[in-house]
Structures are given as C-alpha cells and as structure tokens.
C-alpha cells in the first residue's frame, strides 16, 4: 500500500484516520484500536489495516457492528483484533 513510507510515518498516518473517521462510533473504536494496537503493528499489518480502512467508513461500521461479514480478502488477524477491541470495549462499558 505505502511502497517505500517508513512504518513510523504510516503509523501517524493512519493514527490520524482512526480519528477523524467520518463516523463518531468508528472514531471511538478504531481510536482505541490505535492507541492500544497500532504501535506494535509490523509492516505487514500495517498493510492489511490500511487495506480495511480503505474499504470506507460504511463498510467498515457494518463489518465491526456485526451487520455483515468483511469479505475473505479484509478478513485478517488484524481485523479480529479490531473486533475483539470493540467487543472488549463495549464489555468495559457495560460493568
């Protein structure tokens, strides 16, 4: 995705996207996401995060709601920790 930009520079890159998202919910959970998990993403990772927010703030709501699945190519172990973030979280909320 980023070719040749350093993992550090794409870490604030995409640290900045987990914030402004476009969708309140979202910005709350991939925030989280970024302040708790994206530090210790490799450059593959990174790959395949940058690859599911590119899918778009709709996309993404649905697949972290639970309203649909990711599709097989977005289905990743980065994106099981983004589910497990969320479900975490709301857990948190709830006690």
Not at 49 to 63: M, R, S, T, V
Request: charged share 30%; net charge neutral.
């Amino acid at each position: 995705m980023s070719g040749t930009e350093p993992d550090e520079r794409r870490r604030k890159r995409l640290f900045f996207r987990c914030n402004h998202c476009g969708i309140r919910e979202l910005d709350l959970i991939l925030g989280h996401f970024a302040r708790t998990v994206l530090p210790q993403l490799d450059s593959q990772q990174l790959d395949s995060f940058e690859a599911i927010l590119n899918a778009g703030d709709n996309d993404l709501y649905k697949w972290i709601s639970g309203r649909e699945r990711p599709p097989p190519e977005l289905n990743s172990q980065v994106m099981e920790l983004i589910l497990s973030i969320k479900i975490d979280k709301v857990n948190n909320c709830q006690k």
